[in-house]
């Protein structure tokens, strides 16, 4: 494929990271965000979809013939440019809209519309679950596919990533606009094909995994101008550049809120294995040190900021330790901090709970998925340290060779848009952050789910307990019974106890994903009883079973609060979609890890008297007290992504005299 010098130039150029705000520049802007979501915005997206509407009847009763020239003509315009461009979005969405009805049998609602104009707009929309957001992306999609940029339209698994580009196919095909996907098990060349097409789906962690590999490859030739003339002198060059992808242009982030907010805590980083016989060894050695420490005596813990710091008796037992061994035990500070990585696996680190052993492995566990990772590493000696912990084969430490944040990535596309069911909280980090002002799209349907009040209990134990019982009176009843569990250990436990009492359930706890999301949907099945992690199945519709609707619907149970609201709406928001029935509700306790590590001591034990004691008012305690708990854990899970940012400037800075920084 030969390529123009313009096609060239887009393929290795980006524009610059935009800097952050910070002091009165921060405020400033912030103003500016709430100006730029004021009420005006969603009026003006419900006329120009309203407009949409009215034309509805006119492309109904148009041929296909003519409606593929009525397209021709937009794709041709879109690629073209220009100021009036504007002025034939109304009628290019009103054309897709009709190819969509044709080619997959759904005509998008009006706030589906909305959504789209939003997209193409440039804002966040924030849809409900159930509302139609892939639908909506692929409405956005064909105009941005018409200008022949780059476009990714990304997601969170590879399951969705097939899905979506296999089920919009047909709109996209009719519409002129070429389509594919990328994921994990890909080799270069068929990324590098994918990557050519208008538009390609894909999860933020392979986009930007192969914009680093590209920037790697790319090296001293990095500068557009020098690889330009490079290209020219050597037309053969470019062929055998290794390259994969075409630019950053055009991106549509789904499930913004978890791919942009939650796995943006930690930055994506590229490694190599490299040999290291000295840590394995130390490892090995430090498991057996810290099984003869004692916590309280030897070392204290950090349950918030999960961290381990040795007592002064714990420095000098470990200096007398140590004694006989040589090489990393000999200086005072590098034996502490392999220790302390050591305490670190053993108390804030669980099977089950962070990871699991898969085949002699360990398999790092999203926090806010509950799937595996298989790729991943904890880095540090950290990875290490649980391997020994876990009596398995320790193996050799990564060596970092490219790193980049995920807030720092999507602010070099040039046109970036989301959706997502959970923006409202993270409106002003998301507008900070990325520019992207949040704007909240009414439901199709007016939303009927019975939110009912948390049931608190004081134990641990007592609460799950609880559960079960309560899960068996609803499946009695007829309802079907969707149950969000926070890891696997605990949707584990819960399976025992339905044991227990003789009951049948679907257990998903991070395996595939396309049998996740088969299970999923069928969870809104009469007498459905369905475990899973939190998030399993996410973006995967749950339809209700003839005759559900009549006993009230899908319940959701969350078995505990999460660390971020946002997690539970989604949760809660998987039952009563489009106007259906359903209701939800949060079974909690006070020994859940969210008090325990987010609230201050004494106004947990404050908490607890009044919920031991049964006296009046305890349920609101406990609702103030899991309220208090999450704004905590957000503001630490805020700081740490913005510790992430600081540490992109500091690498700008401090590699500034080796080049060309890769972003």
């Known amino acids: 494929m030969t390529l123009t010098p313009t096609q060239e130039y887009r393929r290795i150029t980006h524009q610059p990271a935009s800097k952050l705000h910070k002091g009165l520049d921060a405020q400033v802007n912030s103003w500016i965000g709430f100006y730029q979501r004021r009420k005006k915005i969603l009026a003006d997206l419900e006329q120009s979809a309203l407009k949409i509407e009215a034309q509805a009847q006119t492309w109904r009763e148009m041929s296909d013939h003519l409606l593929r020239k009525r397209l021709l003509d937009f794709r041709l315009a879109f690629h073209r440019g220009g100021k009036n461009l504007d002025e034939l979005v109304i009628d290019a969405l009103a054309a897709i809209r009709e190819v969509s009805d044709r080619q997959v049998g759904l005509r998008p609602f009006v706030v589906q519309l909305m959504g789209a104009l939003a997209l193409h707009r440039g804002y966040l929309a924030e849809m409900a679950t159930g509302e139609g957001k892939t639908l909506t992306a692929g409405l956005a999609g064909v105009l941005a596919g018409w200008t022949k940029r780059a476009c990714h339209i990304i997601t969170v698994n590879d399951y969705l990533v097939r899905r979506d580009e296999e089920w919009l196919k047909p709109i996209y095909q009719f519409c002129g606009v070429s389509v594919g996907y990328v994921t994990a098990d890909m080799k270069p060349l068929e990324r590098r094909h994918e990557y050519s097409r208008d538009i390609t789906y894909t999860t933020s962690k392979e986009v930007l995994a192969d914009f680093l590999r590209d920037r790697l490859q790319l090296g001293a030739l990095a500068n557009p101008t020098r690889r330009l003339i490079r290209s020219l002198l050597s037309p053969q060059f470019a062929a055998r550049d290794g390259l994969v992808m075409r630019g950053l242009d055009i991106a549509i982030v789904d499930e913004a809120d978890s791919i942009l907010i939650d796995e943006a805590v930690t930055p994506l980083i590229i490694s190599t294995t490299h040999k290291n016989e000295h840590l394995r060894e130390a490892s090995l050695i430090a498991n057996e040190i810290v099984s003869e420490l004692q916590a309280a005596e030897d070392y204290e813990v950090d349950s918030r900021y999960r961290e381990v710091n040795l007592t002064p008796s714990g420095i000098n037992r470990l200096k007398e330790r140590c004694s006989q061994y040589g090489g990393l035990w000999r200086g005072n500070d590098r034996r502490v901090d392999i220790i302390q990585q050591a305490l670190t696996a053993r108390e804030f680190f669980h099977r089950g709970k962070q990871y699991i052993i898969d085949k002699g492995k360990v398999v790092i566990v999203d926090e806010f998925t509950g799937r595996p990772m298989p790729q991943r590493t904890w880095r540090q000696g950290l990875h290490q340290a649980i391997e020994a912990k876990e009596g398995i084969e320790v193996t050799d430490p990564t060596e970092t060779i490219a790193r980049l944040s995920f807030q720092r990535f999507f602010r070099l596309y040039r046109c970036l848009s989301g959706m997502t069911g959970t923006a409202k909280e993270a409106s002003e980090e998301f507008w900070q952050i990325y520019k992207l002002p949040v704007i909240s799209i009414p439901t199709n349907k007016p939303c009927i789910r019975k939110q009912m009040p948390d049931r608190v209990f004081a134990s641990d134990s007592s609460k799950w307990e609880a559960i079960a019982d309560e899960v068996k009176r609803l499946h009695e009843s007829g309802r079907p019974v969707l149950i969000g569990t926070r890891n696997v250990a605990a949707s584990e436990r819960l399976a025992s106890l339905l044991d227990e009492r003789g009951l049948t359930y679907r257990l998903l706890n991070a395996v595939r994903l396309q049998e996740e999301a088969n299970i999923v949907?069928?969870?809104?099945?009469?007498?459905?009883?369905?475990?899973?992690?939190?998030?399993?199945?996410?973006?995967?519709?749950?339809?209700?079973?003839?005759?559900?609707?009549?006993?009230?619907?899908?319940?959701?149970?969350?078995?505990?609060?999460?660390?971020?609201?946002?997690?539970?709406?989604?949760?809660?928001?998987?039952?009563?979609?489009?106007?259906?029935?359903?209701?939800?509700?949060?079974?909690?306790?006070?020994?859940?890890?969210?008090?325990?590590?987010?609230?201050?001591?004494?106004?947990?034990?404050?908490?607890?008297g009044l919920i031991n004691k049964g006296l009046p008012g305890y349920e609101k305690a406990a609702k103030a007290a899991f309220g208090v708990a999450q704004r905590n854990a957000q503001k630490i899970a805020y700081k740490q992504r913005c510790s992430v940012l600081r540490m992109d400037d500091w690498l700008d800075q401090a590699l500034s005299f080796a080049g060309a920084p890769i972003a």
């Not at 709406?569 to 209701?583: N, V």
């Open 521 to 608: 949907a069928l969870a809104g099945q009469k007498n459905q009883i369905t475990i899973a992690t939190n998030m399993a199945g996410r973006g995967t519709d749950i339809k209700l079973g003839t005759g559900i609707a009549e006993f009230g619907g899908l319940h959701v149970i969350a078995t505990e609060r999460h660390e971020s609201g946002r997690v539970d709406r989604q949760l809660f928001g998987r039952a009563a979609r489009q106007g259906d029935p359903g209701s939800a509700q949060a079974f909690v306790s006070i020994d859940d890890e969210l008090l325990r590590r987010y609230l201050h001591p004494a106004i947990l034990r404050q908490v607890c």
